[in-house]
C-alpha cells in the first residue's frame, strides 16, 4: 500500500505554516515502506504533480476554519466534487487560476485527472486568524503540531503494517 501525506501551508502566515510543519517533523522520522512524506507549500500543482505516481491512500495535513476551538486538531473526511457535474461557470470559478490552489481545488483537479487516489483523509487543525500574517505559529497552533503528526502516524499505522505491507483488518 502506497501512502502520500501531504503537508500545505504558507510558513509566512502564521498559523497557516502548520501543515508544513507537520510534514517536516514527519520527514524526520522511519516510516513504513511505502509512506512518502512532501511539503507542498501553498503550491497546489506540487500536490498534483505528486499524486500522478499513483497513490493509494493521500493524507493532507492542513489549517482549516471548522468554527472549532483554537488548535483543534481534526481527522476529516474531505467530500470531493466532481468536475464533471458542475457547470462551465462553476468550473472556471474553481479551477480556472492555478495559484489559487486549495487542497480542495487540486484534489478535484486530481479526481478529474483519475489520480486521486481513492482514500482521502486530512488532517487539519482549527486556527485563529486565517488572514494573519507573521513566521510564528499561535502557541495552541504549535501544540497541534504534535498532536497532528501523532494523529498522523496512527492513521499510517491502522492502513499499513510496520513493515509496508497491507494491515488486515483494515485494508
Keep these: 500500500m502506497r501512502v502520500l501525506i ?8 502564521a498559523d497557516d505554516a502548520f501543515g508544513v ?12 515502506t511505502g509512506v512518502k512524506v512532501v511539503e507542498t507549500g501553498i503550491g497546489g500543482i506540487a500536490l ?14 492542513d489549517a482549516v476554519d471548522h468554527q472549532r476551538p483554537h488548535g483543534t486538531v481534526l481527522l476529516l473526511e474531505p467530500e470531493v466534487a466532481d468536475v464533471h457535474q458542475l457547470s462551465w461557470e462553476e468550473k472556471n470559478d474553481l479551477l480556472a487560476d492555478a495559484h489559487l490552489a486549495t487542497p ?16 482521502v483523509v486530512m488532517v487539519g487543525c482549527q486556527i485563529l486568524d486565517p488572514d494573519a500574517v507573521g513566521m510564528e505559529m499561535t502557541a495552541p497552533v504549535s501544540a497541534a503540531v504534535d498532536v497532528a503528526v501523532q494523529e498522523v502516524l496512527r492513521y499510517v499505522a491502522h492502513r499499513v503494517g510496520p513493515t509496508g505491507s497491507v494491515d488486515v483488518q483494515s485494508a
Design 48 to 61: 498534483l504533480s505528486e499524486l500522478q505516481d499513483g497513490w493509494d491512500v493521500l493524507v493532507v495535513v
Design 104 to 119: 480542495e481545488r487540486v484534489m478535484m483537479l486530481a479526481k478529474a485527472l483519475g489520480v486521486l487516489p481513492p482514500t
Design 6 to 13: 501531504a503537508g500545505v501551508g504558507n510558513v509566512l502566515r
Design 21 to 32: 510543519e507537520v510534514a517536516r517533523r514527519l520527514e524526520g522520522m522511519a516510516l513504513p
